[in-house]
């Protein structure tokens, strides 16, 4: 049986071409296990070729549709996968005696079909790999002076791979406008790789603190772009995960290309030259993704009651949840200038303005909207008052929504609200999964809002006009 997450060895043609295409394709069979499960038809556009797991997102909703621990699923399985396409690429180009570093564009969606295709033909090299370095020893005192200059890797790793974080998100992000594989994915995959390397090319420092050494080199490339104000700590957070995953695959990749006993600088070049790359394989698949979301509240109240809570919508007085204290938008009030369709409405969050136009009023029964302009999705929480951040604003887009009131048999109304959204971020199974939860908790909050609206609103006594009071005076007293 064929290792498939270890990067020592060597594979040959055919062993390699059944592994990785078993393991590129299992994505596939996954999706169309999981659509017939769901009966769900299985669509095939272009892009399901080259990224089958970004199929669940189109169809996942909270509360119903896909389930989000499916799209957790296939958020692990696709590391997984990328983890095993890189081994075995590794494995092979050192059977094949090519490039190391090429084994990495195996994990890039626009190019990963050609790069297996191509190592799963590439002859044998004619001359023997060079044999692994000697096991992992830890230096004893006595040879302090002799590991003095391994330090020096080590400090040279953590530079090196602060200087990458700084450079793709200055090129990708604030020059490119992109957020996608290349920055949340190649870039740390690469970090860790340049990172192990470096401190593992003269001697072996083995794998634990290798590990280390990548998380101080993403920690301290987070560092430097929150003091050079280009990200701030929420993101940084927020993206750690998949980072921090991405990072360790590159560290056991950088630690296999040490031991196999290269030296000087070029295959740490040649990793950091892959970015541009990646970069321009991504323009190939844009970063977009679509989804809709559902909600509804049923309210102790009349259909009039409801409506007008939602046309007078007041101020929300619960706090939100941390994450949102924490610079996430989140909904404050909502005013609508005038009546009927064309009317405006805005809608104000934490981060700025939201300005949509009506174009569906139905007193008591339906209210829709499109949006013109969202507010910025986030503040970022930082050192400084300005952060260069492109992706607060632009990145995530609310499209349209739509109210429905309906009357329920036992006098209370149920209000939905249904709300259709992109995001312009990838990897999208995992940045999806996170918009549509503060999606959801916005909405809940909002519809909270207007129930307790509309239902203290029902429960005051209402008001009876002076001539009925008159009369009913009148007949008291018998006149």
Known sequence: MIPLLSFDGQLKRPAYAMASLGAFFSQHLLVAVALALLHQPLATPWWFWISPLRTFVGIATVGGGMPMPLLLVAMGLTLLVGWVLAALAFRRTRDAGRYDVLAALALVPAVQIPVILWLSLAPSGSEPASPLAAPETTPS??????????????????????AISVGVVALGAVVMRTYGYALFLGAPLLIGLAVAYVANRKVGVGTRRTLLLIVGALTL???ALLG?????????????????????????????????????????????????????????????????????????????????????????????????????????????????????????????VAYERVTQW????????????????????????TVHAPHVSGYFRTLDARFTITPLADGRTRLTLATRHELDLEPALYWVPLARWAVHANKVRVLANFQHQAEAAAAKPRAIPAPVVFHKARATLGL
């Open 141 to 162: 005192p006595a040879d302090s002076a002799a590991t003095r200059p391994e330090l020096w890797s080590v400090v040279e790793g953590l530079l090196l791979g602060m």
């Open 362 to 385: 139905q007193p008591e029964r339906k209210l829709s909207f499109i949006v013109l302009s969202d507010p910025p999705t986030m503040r970022e929480l930082s050192p400084y008052q």
């Open 221 to 223: 490339g987070g560092v």
């Open 228 to 352: 050079v104000a280009l990200e701030g700590i929420v993101c940084l957070i927020l993206a750690s995960p998949i980072i921090g995953a991405a990072g360790v695959v590159g560290g056991l990749f950088g630690q296999a290309l040490a031991r196999r006993g290269h030296r000087g600088r070029r295959t740490t070049l040649a990793s950091v030259a892959v970015l541009p790359l990646l970069l321009a394989a991504e323009a190939l698949l844009p970063p977009k993704a679509g989804f809709e979301s559902l909600e509804s509240v049923d309210v102790a109240a009349p259909p009039a009651a409801v409506w007008d809570a939602v046309v007078h919508m007041g101020p929300i007085p619960d706090a939100p949840a941390p994450p949102f204290r924490w610079g996430l938008a989140y909904p404050l009030r909502g005013v609508i200038h005038g009546q009927g369709v064309g009317a405006i409405r805005e809608g104000v969050f934490s981060t700025g």
